[in-house]
Protein backbone atom coordinates (compact mmCIF):
# COMPACT_ATOMS: atom_id res chain seq x y z
CA UNK A 1 0.00 0.00 0.00
CA UNK A 2 0.88 3.68 -0.44
CA UNK A 3 -0.07 6.92 1.33
CA UNK A 4 0.10 10.13 -0.41
CA UNK A 5 1.03 12.55 2.66
CA UNK A 6 3.01 15.76 3.09
CA UNK A 7 4.96 16.18 6.29
CA UNK A 8 3.15 19.17 7.68
CA UNK A 9 0.00 17.96 6.62
CA UNK A 10 -1.91 17.50 9.94
CA UNK A 11 -4.74 14.84 8.19
CA UNK A 12 -1.61 12.91 6.61
CA UNK A 13 0.77 13.02 10.09
CA UNK A 14 -2.97 11.40 12.20
CA UNK A 15 -2.82 8.51 9.80
CA UNK A 16 1.35 8.00 9.83
CA UNK A 17 0.83 8.28 13.59
CA UNK A 18 -1.74 5.27 13.53
CA UNK A 19 0.56 3.28 11.13
CA UNK A 20 3.32 3.75 13.38
CA UNK A 21 1.46 2.91 16.80
CA UNK A 22 0.07 -0.16 14.98
CA UNK A 23 3.20 -1.14 13.87
CA UNK A 24 2.36 -1.14 9.92
CA UNK A 25 4.96 -1.56 8.01
CA UNK A 26 3.68 -2.24 4.44
CA UNK A 27 2.68 0.99 3.48
CA UNK A 28 5.14 4.07 1.89
CA UNK A 29 5.02 6.81 1.92
CA UNK A 30 4.94 10.13 -1.33
CA UNK A 31 3.99 13.03 -2.27
CA UNK A 32 3.05 13.30 -5.80
CA UNK A 33 4.11 16.02 -7.39
CA UNK A 34 0.61 16.35 -8.95
CA UNK A 35 -0.61 17.54 -5.22
CA UNK A 36 1.28 20.83 -5.71
CA UNK A 37 -0.09 21.47 -9.35
CA UNK A 38 -3.58 21.19 -8.36
CA UNK A 39 -4.16 17.89 -10.50
CA UNK A 40 -4.20 15.25 -7.18
CA UNK A 41 -8.09 14.99 -8.30
CA UNK A 42 -6.87 13.05 -11.27
CA UNK A 43 -6.06 10.47 -8.37
CA UNK A 44 -8.60 10.88 -6.09
CA UNK A 45 -11.62 13.02 -6.63
CA UNK A 46 -11.32 15.25 -3.40
CA UNK A 47 -7.74 16.24 -4.61
CA UNK A 48 -6.42 16.25 -0.92
CA UNK A 49 -4.23 14.57 0.88
CA UNK A 50 -3.84 11.95 3.07
CA UNK A 51 -4.84 9.32 0.28
CA UNK A 52 -3.71 5.21 0.46
CA UNK A 53 -3.64 3.71 -2.53
CA UNK A 54 -4.34 0.01 -2.17
CA UNK A 55 -4.77 -3.40 -4.30
CA UNK A 56 -7.35 -1.86 -6.73
CA UNK A 57 -8.27 1.36 -5.82
CA UNK A 58 -7.76 4.31 -3.33
CA UNK A 59 -9.13 5.64 0.22
CA UNK A 60 -9.20 9.07 0.49
CA UNK A 61 -10.58 11.05 4.24
CA UNK A 62 -8.28 10.47 7.07
CA UNK A 63 -11.03 9.09 8.75
CA UNK A 64 -11.97 6.51 6.43
CA UNK A 65 -8.32 5.61 6.13
CA UNK A 66 -8.01 5.14 9.94
CA UNK A 67 -11.20 3.40 10.06
CA UNK A 68 -10.37 0.83 7.40
CA UNK A 69 -6.97 0.19 9.14
CA UNK A 70 -8.10 -0.60 12.33
CA UNK A 71 -10.69 -3.09 10.41
CA UNK A 72 -7.36 -4.48 8.37
CA UNK A 73 -5.76 -5.35 11.53
CA UNK A 74 -8.43 -5.85 13.89
CA UNK A 75 -6.16 -7.04 16.68
CA UNK A 76 -3.93 -4.39 16.92
CA UNK A 77 -6.83 -1.63 15.95
CA UNK A 78 -6.32 1.51 18.01
CA UNK A 79 -10.24 2.54 19.40
CA UNK A 80 -11.07 0.96 22.37
CA UNK A 81 -12.46 -2.23 23.80
CA UNK A 82 -16.08 -1.47 24.47
CA UNK A 83 -18.25 -0.06 22.77
CA UNK A 84 -18.13 3.32 25.35
CA UNK A 85 -14.67 3.56 24.90
CA UNK A 86 -15.02 3.45 21.20
CA UNK A 87 -17.42 6.30 21.33
CA UNK A 88 -15.29 8.50 23.26
CA UNK A 89 -12.58 7.85 21.06
CA UNK A 90 -14.63 8.65 17.74
CA UNK A 91 -15.91 11.77 19.51
CA UNK A 92 -12.52 13.28 20.42
CA UNK A 93 -11.18 12.33 17.27
CA UNK A 94 -14.27 14.48 15.63
CA UNK A 95 -14.01 17.43 17.71
CA UNK A 96 -10.03 17.38 16.54
CA UNK A 97 -11.11 16.46 13.26
CA UNK A 98 -14.29 19.12 12.83
CA UNK A 99 -14.03 21.73 15.66
CA UNK A 100 -10.23 22.21 15.15
CA UNK A 101 -8.31 21.01 12.31
CA UNK A 102 -10.78 22.31 10.09
CA UNK A 103 -11.62 25.72 11.40
CA UNK A 104 -8.51 26.75 11.82
CA UNK A 105 -7.62 25.44 8.04
CA UNK A 106 -10.32 27.51 6.99
CA UNK A 107 -8.72 30.28 8.92
CA UNK A 108 -5.43 30.60 7.60
CA UNK A 109 -5.57 32.92 4.58
CA UNK A 110 -6.22 35.38 7.26
CA UNK A 111 -2.99 34.64 8.49
CA UNK A 112 -1.55 37.88 5.82
CA UNK A 113 -2.68 40.92 7.95
CA UNK A 114 -2.42 42.94 4.20
CA UNK A 115 -5.24 40.91 3.07
CA UNK A 116 -7.08 40.02 6.67
CA UNK A 117 -10.71 40.26 7.13
CA UNK A 118 -11.29 41.13 10.77
CA UNK A 119 -14.29 40.00 10.57
CA UNK A 120 -13.98 36.48 8.36
CA UNK A 121 -11.10 35.55 11.43
CA UNK A 122 -13.30 36.62 14.11
CA UNK A 123 -15.92 33.69 12.42
CA UNK A 124 -13.24 31.08 12.72
CA UNK A 125 -11.28 32.26 15.79
CA UNK A 126 -14.74 31.88 17.87
CA UNK A 127 -15.03 28.77 16.75
CA UNK A 128 -11.89 27.24 17.37
CA UNK A 129 -12.15 28.78 20.81
CA UNK A 130 -15.17 26.66 21.01
CA UNK A 131 -14.04 23.94 20.04
CA UNK A 132 -11.31 23.56 22.36
CA UNK A 133 -13.73 24.54 24.92
CA UNK A 134 -15.46 21.18 24.11
CA UNK A 135 -12.63 19.00 23.94
CA UNK A 136 -11.30 20.62 27.48
CA UNK A 137 -14.74 19.20 28.89
CA UNK A 138 -14.57 15.88 26.69
CA UNK A 139 -10.55 14.78 26.97
CA UNK A 140 -9.97 12.11 30.04
CA UNK A 141 -7.21 13.05 32.59
CA UNK A 142 -5.14 9.46 32.62
CA UNK A 143 -2.49 9.01 30.64
CA UNK A 144 -3.82 9.20 26.77
CA UNK A 145 -6.82 11.14 25.20
CA UNK A 146 -9.26 8.37 26.18
CA UNK A 147 -8.35 5.98 29.37
CA UNK A 148 -5.02 4.46 29.47
CA UNK A 149 -3.96 3.27 26.46
CA UNK A 150 -3.08 4.95 22.99
CA UNK A 151 -6.00 5.49 20.64
CA UNK A 152 -7.00 6.88 17.48
CA UNK A 153 -8.10 9.57 19.65
CA UNK A 154 -4.15 10.62 20.18
CA UNK A 155 -3.37 9.92 16.73
CA UNK A 156 -5.93 12.96 15.18
CA UNK A 157 -5.45 15.25 18.67
CA UNK A 158 -1.53 15.07 18.37
CA UNK A 159 -1.39 16.65 14.45
CA UNK A 160 -4.48 19.10 15.69
CA UNK A 161 -2.87 20.13 18.84
CA UNK A 162 0.57 20.78 17.21
CA UNK A 163 -1.19 23.22 14.23
CA UNK A 164 -2.90 24.79 17.32
CA UNK A 165 -0.26 25.90 19.02
CA UNK A 166 2.18 26.73 15.77
CA UNK A 167 -0.28 28.82 13.73
CA UNK A 168 -2.97 30.28 15.76
CA UNK A 169 -0.61 32.65 17.39
CA UNK A 170 0.48 33.90 13.51
CA UNK A 171 -2.85 35.04 13.18
CA UNK A 172 -2.33 37.51 16.26
CA UNK A 173 -4.30 35.24 18.17
CA UNK A 174 -3.36 33.75 21.55
CA UNK A 175 -2.65 29.79 21.54
CA UNK A 176 -6.17 28.82 22.44
CA UNK A 177 -4.42 25.64 24.67
CA UNK A 178 -3.10 28.10 27.17
CA UNK A 179 -6.43 29.01 28.34
CA UNK A 180 -6.97 25.51 29.13
CA UNK A 181 -6.02 23.04 31.90
CA UNK A 182 -6.88 19.26 30.81
CA UNK A 183 -5.66 19.83 27.24
CA UNK A 184 -2.47 21.75 28.13
CA UNK A 185 -1.50 18.95 30.75
CA UNK A 186 -2.15 16.47 28.42
CA UNK A 187 -0.38 18.18 25.46
CA UNK A 188 2.88 18.32 27.99
CA UNK A 189 2.47 14.61 27.99
CA UNK A 190 1.61 13.20 25.35
CA UNK A 191 4.45 14.81 23.11
CA UNK A 192 6.80 12.42 25.40
CA UNK A 193 4.74 9.46 23.83
CA UNK A 194 7.43 7.99 21.28
CA UNK A 195 4.51 7.87 18.45
CA UNK A 196 3.10 11.39 18.89
CA UNK A 197 7.49 12.91 19.30
CA UNK A 198 7.96 11.22 15.71
CA UNK A 199 4.86 13.25 14.23
CA UNK A 200 5.38 16.57 15.90
CA UNK A 201 9.08 15.86 14.31
CA UNK A 202 7.86 15.65 10.84
CA UNK A 203 5.66 18.23 11.52
CA UNK A 204 8.18 20.54 12.40
CA UNK A 205 10.34 19.51 9.71
CA UNK A 206 7.64 20.53 7.14
CA UNK A 207 6.88 24.12 8.79
CA UNK A 208 10.60 24.54 8.74
CA UNK A 209 10.69 23.63 5.08
CA UNK A 210 7.14 25.49 4.32
CA UNK A 211 9.11 28.91 6.22
CA UNK A 212 12.32 29.18 5.07
CA UNK A 213 11.59 28.08 1.55
CA UNK A 214 12.91 24.61 1.04
CA UNK A 215 9.29 23.25 0.21
CA UNK A 216 9.26 25.86 -2.64
CA UNK A 217 12.55 24.49 -4.27
CA UNK A 218 11.68 20.77 -3.72
CA UNK A 219 7.89 21.36 -4.79
CA UNK A 220 9.57 23.51 -8.12
CA UNK A 221 12.52 20.81 -8.89
CA UNK A 222 9.58 17.61 -8.62
CA UNK A 223 7.26 19.95 -10.79
CA UNK A 224 10.14 20.82 -13.52
CA UNK A 225 11.06 16.80 -13.39
CA UNK A 226 7.51 15.65 -14.31
CA UNK A 227 7.49 18.43 -17.30
CA UNK A 228 10.29 17.33 -18.79
CA UNK A 229 9.20 13.37 -18.32
CA UNK A 230 6.32 14.16 -20.17
N1 LIG B 1 -11.23 15.93 5.37
C1 LIG B 1 -9.95 15.65 4.79
C2 LIG B 1 -9.09 16.91 4.82
C3 LIG B 1 -7.77 16.73 4.06
C4 LIG B 1 -7.10 18.07 3.75
O1 LIG B 1 -7.71 19.16 3.81
N2 LIG B 1 -5.85 17.97 3.38
C5 LIG B 1 -5.09 19.16 3.00
C6 LIG B 1 -3.66 19.04 3.50
S1 LIG B 1 -3.58 18.88 5.24
C7 LIG B 1 -5.03 19.24 1.48
O2 LIG B 1 -4.80 18.25 0.82
N3 LIG B 1 -5.22 20.43 0.94
C8 LIG B 1 -5.13 20.66 -0.48
C9 LIG B 1 -6.29 21.41 -1.02
O3 LIG B 1 -7.12 21.88 -0.25
O4 LIG B 1 -6.34 21.53 -2.24
C10 LIG B 1 -9.27 14.50 5.55
O5 LIG B 1 -9.66 14.24 6.71
O6 LIG B 1 -8.44 13.80 4.97
Sequence with gaps: MKLYTGDLSPYSAKVRMQIYAMGIDDITFELPASFFMGKLSEVSPIGRIPVLEIAGGIIPESEVIAEYLDDLYPDRALLGDSPEVRAQVRLISRIADIYLMNNIFMSLPQMNRKTRIDAVLDVFVKQITRGMGALERHIGDGSFAVGEHLTRADCTLVPA??????????????????????????????????????????????LTARLDGTERKQVEAAIAKTKSSD
Design 161 to 206: LFLCEKSVPRLDVDNPILATTKVANYWKRISQNEFAAKVIDEMDRG
